[in-house]
Structures are given as structure tokens and as C-alpha cells.
């Protein structure tokens, strides 16, 4: 199973970029709301949609789906 | 017929060319002959060994007398009970698909014994009780038991075990 | 060779071995599983993976907890024994190994005394499974008054104050509409006596003085009132499937009628620097074991996570579920009924970490 991302569907809140646990472990200003300051966490807003970066680090824990308000983020 | 496929193949092709076609019934006849030659031997009377092999006590006879039976479905009999016991035993099923008598055959007519012992890393499965054609294999306290009489060597049993806990080991009887 | 068999239905799990000797078949309930993966630790063949438990519990996807490679099954009925919800379960021949003395069996039960209980539904609330029903008959509540109350019909007015006033809604009212020939809202007006407790509230408040009524418990003390009139009946009934053994009823039963035995053990960690409060381990956990702490006044700042071990099973679900690994929980004993089997016993204390 994997994460994906339907660009057409996302608002670029970034909702799921600050709920992730593991991006929060990665650049910790994450938790909390800050933007991420590193392209090492697993996704991230770029030029107004979501883009993943680093999927093989999903743990499949389903946060971001939980959080996200468009289901533009999702396992399969 | 559960095993036995690709052991008919190769038997046919190894014993059967040096010896002129054979039908299985004819093999299997020579089988049963000299498992009622040993039965009688051990002391069992023709009605016992009939009963026993699920056969007429004529035919007993007869075949006691060396009648009734060509001699090349004896010698092609005797060299199958001379194969390693994995390939005596499932050939010998294969050909009589019948658990009972193919049991009763190859004891019979086995002149190896065999000491099985099951070790402590045993988790009571079943696989080898549920492999074993001999059927000498019980499960008794998430253990199993092999009787040593029963076990012929094929060691089926072994290959399947997930833990690697049955150990089979051929005694030496100095022939 | 003799060959398993599988079948999947909706996500429940069913693997088989037919043999002329033996059938055996393991079943796997999803619905009842918790995710804790003991089963996987302890197959003695690799045979089960624990999959995204997370994204499971939280509905994202729609598979099994569980996957049983059914080639590498070998039907021990280890992962039946050392569950700790009977989400597995091993049949030989129709039969389950959990009603086998051979085999060895996780101790655990949960129990409500009806003796003791005083069924005040306490641990109906507080299991975190719902799998307690409190059943009770309260007793009748003109059994436990005694009075006497009259209205004056000749004198009431039909103003209704007594029955808006009543805190038992013991005064029924027939209500119409005020017409011209007919310009009251009511038409009679009677009293339940099964629901009047003597308060005297509608006589005092009555402005034309229609109704009598006096109150014989206060006057004249409890003396005629049985006590077995005031005993609640009832019937306690725990749910085993769903029942988990975490001791939320045992913890808040008041008259400690509950009694839970847990079969595992040990220490419950939970690292909060690496914490990253998904939550993913609260929704997971069987137990109600975490929670997110509320802030008791504003500007307060709180725990990423809070954790009430006492109610915990050590299944492990949490560890398994945390992405970051904050989460680390030790089995220090595992119980279980007595075996003759080296193997099974060695394979059941490695549950221990």
C-alpha cells in the first residue's frame, strides 16, 4: 500500500504536511503549523498543491487522510 | 494418488524397459506374492495372509505354489522393494491407491529398519501425521510420535516439518 | 503433499488442511482482532503479516488486520493460543483448541458478580468495547411513598398550575382547545398515583385550594415501607468477544463487583519529545489506555499524550501503530495454563521482551 496524491483534487492547505507525524520528526517546526524547512519530510505544498517528496517513509499511520478536507491525500 | 506421479515415470522408464512391459495389476500381483511369501514365514496361515491382502485363499495358494504368476512380475516386484523406501512406498501406493494394504506391503516386505525420534522443538502441527503414508505417525500432547515398527524411512515427514524436529536414523542389523 | 486451502471472506480469514486423519482449519475474525501483531511474533513459520493496522482503524482503506500466507501455514494454532481477544481461533475436526487442556491457554476472564452488583451501569459506560449490557428493573415508585391525594374537582378551575408545577408529571390534564362555547384548555383533571410522590407541591400551589393531599413517609417516618420493595433486580452481561480484559469495569465499579484477570503483563512507555500527537495509538487502543490531555485553563500547555496504564494489556497495538517510534511496550509475563510441550511453552514466554 502506498500514499498518493490527487493534484487535481488538492487546495494546498497543507493540512496533511503539518498533521504527519513523521514530517514533525523530520523538521519539527512542522508540528505545530510552521512550514517544513527541509525537502527530506515526506510531502510538502509546492506552488499551491501538495507534492510528495519521500513516500518510502510513510508508515501508514492515516493521519494526513484523516485531516485532509478535499480527500486529495490517500492510501491505496 | 497423492505423490506419486513423477516416481511412475521414472520407475517405468528404469525398471520396466529391462524387464518387458508390465501391467501395474501384474506388479502389484508380484508385491502382493512376496508379501505372502514373508507372512507365511513369520507363521501366519493362508486364510490370515487372504484376509490380510483382501485375496481369494486360492489365490493364496496358487500363488504359494508358484502358480498363476509369471516370475518376471516376482523379479520386477523384488527390485521395487529394493528402491530407496521413498520410492518403494509411493510407487507401492501409487499402485494400489489403497492406504491399508500399501502399508501392510511395504513393512512386509522392508528389510530395513528404522529408529525415529521426534525432538523437544516439536509444536504438534500435524503436517507429518497428515503426510506419513504408513500412518505411523500419532499427536499426543502438541507432540508427535513415530512408531518406530511402522516407519519404513521415506522420510516425507521430515521434509515437511516447519521445525526440523524429526530426526530418522537407518539401524544397522549387520547385513 | 497435502495442500491448504484459503478463503477470504469480506475481511475474515479461513485457512484449511484436510487430511484423511484430520481437518484443521484456523479462522481469522477481523472485526474482533485489535491489531496488537502477537500473533505475528510468535507463528513459528512467518506465516502472518500485520498490516497497516493505522490506516485500518482509522477506515482509510478496507482490508484485513492480518495476512496468512497459507503456504506457509503449517495449522500449529500457536497464534490461537496466544491471542489476546480470541480473534484466532484453531479447529481439529470442528472442535477448538481453546476447549483443549493439550493445548495451553492464555488465563484471562472478565466477570461481574450479580450478587455484589448493585447495577448502577457504571462499567456499561466505561468499557471502552461496549461489551457490557446492565439489564435492571428498578422498583415501582408508589411503593417507596405512601399518601394520600385528592383534587376537588367542583373547585378546581382547570387553571393547570398543579400540573405544570408537579416534578413527577403525576397530574394528567384532559386537554382541548378553548372554544366560544367552552373557553377552558381542560376538561378533567385526575392524578397518577403511580407516579405521585406526596411532595405536596400542587397544594401549595393550587390558588383555590381544590386539592388535599398529606405525605405519610414524612410524617409518620419509614415505618411502612418494605425494604424489599426499594431492591433493584437485575443481570450483568459481558460480551466475550468483545471484551478485551482491560479493567475499566473492575477500576470503577463502586461496590467492586467486576473482576478482570489480564494475561500479559508488563510496562507501558510512551517517549513525548518524540511524540508527535497523531493520535494514530489512541485510536488504535483497545483499552482507552491514551488520550490526549485537555488544558484546564486557557493558555495552558499540555502533554502530547496522557496514559492511564492501569487499564493496559500490553498487546502492543500502539508500538505497532506509532509512526515515530515513541512508543515502547514491554511484556514482562505472559500467563497461560500448563503445557507439556517444550516448544509450545518456549514459544509463548518469547512473547516476552
Redesign the interface.
Known amino acids: 500500500m502506498e500514499l498518493k496524491v490527487d493534484q487535481e483534487l488538492c487546495l494546498g492547505c497543507g493540512n496533511c504536511v503539518v498533521s504527519c507525524p513523521v514530517n514533525a520528526s523530520i523538521s519539527p517546526e512542522a508540528y505545530g503549523g510552521h512550514g517544513p524547512k527541509t525537502e527530506d519530510v515526506i510531502m510538502m505544498v509546492e506552488n499551491g498543491v501538495v507534492k510528495l517528496f519521500n513516500e518510502d517513509k510513510c508508515k501508514r499511520c492515516g493521519t494526513c487522510p484523516l485531516f485532509c478536507p478535499t480527500d486529495a491525500i490517500y492510501l491505496e | 494418488m497423492r505423490f506419486v506421479e513423477i516416481y511412475i515415470l521414472k520407475i517405468n522408464i528404469s525398471v520396466i524397459n529391462t524387464h518387458g512391459v508390465q501391467m501395474p495389476k501384474h506388479i502389484v500381483s508380484g508385491l502382493k506374492y512376496l508379501t505372502a511369501v514373508e507372512l507365511i514365514r513369520d507363521g501366519l496361515s493362508q486364510k490370515e495372509v487372504a484376509k490380510i491382502l483382501e485375496m481369494d485363499r486360492s489365490t493364496v495358494s496358487h500363488y504359494l505354489n508358484g502358480r498363476n504368476l509369471s516370475w518376471n512380475s516376482i523379479e520386477v516386484a523384488e527390485i521395487i522393494t529394493k528402491f530407496c523406501p521413498r520410492d518403494f512406498l509411493t510407487l507401492t501406493y501409487a499402485l494400489l491407491d489403497n492406504s491399508e494394504k500399501t502399508r501392510i506391503i511395504v513393512k512386509t516386505c522392508s528389510k530395513k529398519e528404522f529408529q525415529a525420534n521426534i525432538e523437544e522443538s516439536c509444536i504438534g502441527c500435524g503436517l507429518c501425521a497428515d503426510t506419513c503414508l504408513m500412518n505411523a505417525i500419532v499427536l499426543d500432547d502438541l507432540k508427535a510420535h513415530i512408531d518406530s515398527n511402522w516407519c519404513n524411512g521415506c522420510l516425507m515427514c521430515r521434509d515437511v516439518c516447519p521445525t526440523n524436529s524429526i530426526k530418522i536414523l537407518e539401524v544397522e542389523n549387520g547385513c | ?2 495442500a491448504n486451502t484459503k478463503e477470504v471472506k469480506e475481511n475474515d480469514i479461513c485457512v484449511q ?1 484436510i ?4 481437518k ?1 482449519e484456523l479462522n481469522f475474525k477481523d472485526d474482533i482482532c485489535i491489531g496488537c501483531g502477537i500473533c505475528e511474533k510468535i507463528c ?2 512467518e506465516a502472518i503479516d500485520l498490516g ?1 493496522i ?5 477506515n ?2 478496507d482490508e484485513s488486520k492480518i495476512s496468512v500466507d497459507e503456504e506457509k501455514c ?5 497464534c490461537s493460543s496466544a491471542c489476546p481477544v480470541d480473534a484466532l481461533e484453531l479447529k481439529l475436526d470442528d472442535k477448538s483448541i481453546k476447549e483443549m487442556d ?2 495451553p491457554q492464555l488465563i484471562k476472564s472478565a466477570e461481574i458478580d450479580d450478587e455484589t452488583c448493585i447495577y448502577c451501569k457504571a462499567c456499561e459506560t466505561a468499557c471502552p468495547r461496549e461489551a457490557i449490557t446492565i439489564a435492571r428493573i428498578l422498583p415501582d415508585r408508589s411503593k417507596l411513598v405512601t399518601g394520600e391525594i385528592e383534587i376537588d374537582k367542583d373547585t378546581c378551575i382547570n387553571c393547570g398550575v398543579c400540573e405544570e408545577m408537579c416534578p413527577a408529571d403525576a397530574i394528567e390534564m384532559e386537554h382541548h382547545l378553548p372554544t366560544s362555547s367552552d373557553p377552558t384548555i381542560s376538561s378533567d383533571i385526575n392524578v397518577n398515583k403511580d407516579k405521585c410522590v406526596y411532595c405536596l407541591i400542587c397544594k401549595k400551589s393550587c390558588p383555590v385550594d381544590a386539592i388535599k393531599a398529606v405525605c405519610r413517609s414524612c410524617s409518620y417516618g419509614e415505618y411502612d415501607l418494605k425494604p424489599e420493595d426499594s431492591e433493584i433486580e437485575g443481570s450483568s452481561f459481558i460480551d466475550d468477544d468483545a471484551c478485551v480484559n482491560c479493567g475499566w469495569c473492575e477500576e470503577i465499579c463502586p461496590v467492586d463487583a467486576a473482576k478482570v484477570e489480564k494475561s500479559y503483563a508488563g510496562e507501558l512507555d510512551v517517549d513525548l519529545e ?7 495509538c489512541i485510536d488504535i487502543c483497545p483499552c482507552n489506555v491514551l488520550s490526549f490531555p485537555e488544558s484546564t485553563k486557557p493558555g495552558e500547555i499540555v502533554e502530547k499524550l496522557k496514559k492511564d496504564e492501569n487499564f493496559c494489556i500490553y498487546c502492543g497495538a500502539c508500538e505497532n ?4 517510534e515513541a512508543i515502547d511496550v514491554k511484556r514482562t509475563d505472559v500467563k497461560f495454563t500448563p ?6 511453552k518456549k ?1 509463548l514466554e518469547s512473547l516476552k521482551t
Open positions: 503433499m497435502v488442511r487430511s484423511p486423519e484430520e484443521r513459528p513459520v497497516d493505522g490506516a485500518i482503524e482509522r482509510e482503506i503449517v495449522l500449529c494454532g500457536m493439550e493445548y518524540k511524540c508527535n500527537a497523531c493520535g494514530a501503530v506509532c509512526p515515530v503445557t507439556k510441550s517444550k516448544s509450545w514459544q
